[in-house]
């Protein structure tokens, strides 16, 4: 509209001034929110402005801007209902903080040597046979019990609580 004569820019000036208010207060009714609709109305009157040759020709321009600001707020609303939905999908994730005793059993899980701290992660949390676990990792069964047997005794060993007599 830059190029717009003076006289059509003071006709859309004209235009504006007396049409703003009725639709922002419609628009707001629609959507619910005043800012939302002070930036739909102001989005449908830019379009009007980048047409406003053929829309101030039109019986009732204020028609068009208020279907474009209409239309607007429908897909906003519509696009808000979309994103509602998928939300509702997406709980957060809560898990109980690990108690004291799992942090104590990663640690000690953690200071086995590497065999032996797959062998009962793999017996132990997985369920595996000794023989499954044996074909796993291509050793004799044989090799696996002693895994198992040296990974508990050193589990053990780390995990002892010691108890304290407090009456003495």
Known sequence: MSRASPPARADFDGFYAANVDQITAQIRAYVGDLAEA????????CRALAR???ISAYDNPA??????????ATSRLRRAAVLRRFLRWQRPATAEAPGPDRIDLEQALSELNERHRKAVILRYMAGMTTAAIAD????????VRSWLTRGKAALAERLRIEEFEENR
């Open 63 to 72: 028609t068009w801007v208020r279907r474009v600001a209409w239309n607007l």
């Open 136 to 143: 796993q990792e291509g050793v004799a069964e044989s090799t």
């Open 38 to 45: 002070e930036d739909l109305v102001a989005e449908a009157f």
């Open 52 to 54: 406003w040759g053929s």
